[in-house]
């Protein structure tokens, strides 16, 4: 119970986040949108072998951190919590594609290992990027940023609610784990035919409890539009952020900066 909890308070902390007071936060949410979307786009869209690349892309996430003041360690252990997707997705790359592609010294690594890696590092760059947007505007920002860029509303309303009714499924799960801890002795944790009935259970009173939530909204006048306290306001600051990032992006996507750079460095000694 203890454990469900402490993941809520966790999730909420990128909430809290974004309330910072920093030239970052204070930026317009679509700026902010926009700048990461074409930042994604570009990492995604760097070949598989192009480890080399992507170094230059590491740029942005660190700039963001810093001048924000956002905390390093808990961007990375939500990173790592879903790399397990990332990891099997490309962990049979290299029995599939075994060419030599790279040696170091003794070392010989082949295509597959180097596609495994790359996927390994596009994953951390774009996952890094969503999760600093979103503690650096908040989620409801970010959903009204989308609406306000006219994506459609049934989508941008569906993606909030699945937001807000993750907390509505996180605190029904651990009344009914507080409730059978009261009600039992038996501290071995949840066993098989036990896990079933609650799991079943918890679909029933998550469902129970969101129809309430919808009729709560609906008495409050809720109209499928997203509104939040702080007003958007797109300036040049904002247009000079998405234009200054862009042509980073480009610049590094269309070429090698890492090989450029280093060779510059080289030719000084």
């Known amino acids: 119970m203890a454990t469900i909890e402490n993941q ?12 910072g007071k920093s030239n970052l936060h204070r930026l317009d949410p679509r700026a902010k949108l926009i700048t990461t979307l074409i930042y994604v786009v570009m990492v995604v869209s760097l070949g598989k072998y192009e480890i080399s690349m992507m170094v230059p892309f590491v740029l942005y996430p660190v700039t963001m951190l810093v001048g924000a003041d956002l905390p390093v360690f808990y961007l990375l252990k939500k990173i790592l919590l879903v790399s397990p997707f990332a990891i099997l997705i490309g962990i049979f790359n290299p029995l599939m594609d075994t060419t030599p592609l790279v040696q170091i010294g003794s070392l010989s690594l082949s295509g597959g290992w180097i596609s495994f890696f790359s996927i390994l590092i596009r ?44 907390f509505v499924l996180i605190e029904e ?95 000084f000694f």
């Open 8 to 19: 809520l308070f966790d999730i909420r902390t990128m909430d809290t986040l974004a309330s």
């Open 123 to 166: 994953f951390a760059l774009t996952v890094g990027a969503a999760l600093i947007l979103i503690c650096l505007t908040g989620f409801n920002t970010v959903c009204m940023a989308l609406e306000k860029l006219k994506v459609p509303t049934p989508f941008v309303v569906q993606l909030l609610f699945l937001y807000r009714y993750l």
């Open 173 to 267: 799960a651990s009344r009914m784990i507080r409730a059978r801890s009261l009600r039992t002795f038996d501290t071995s944790g949840l066993r098989f035919k036990v896990f079933v009935p609650l799991l079943g259970q918890l679909l029933l009173r998550t469902l129970d409890r969101a129809h309430r939530i919808h009729l709560a909204m609906l008495c409050r006048g809720f109209d499928g539009h997203i509104r939040v306290s702080r007003p958007m306001h797109f300036g040049h600051k904002d247009l000079l952020f998405i234009l200054s990032w862009s042509f980073f992006f480009i610049l590094a996507r269309s070429y090698n900066l890492s090989v450029i750079v280093g060779s510059i460095i080289e030719g």
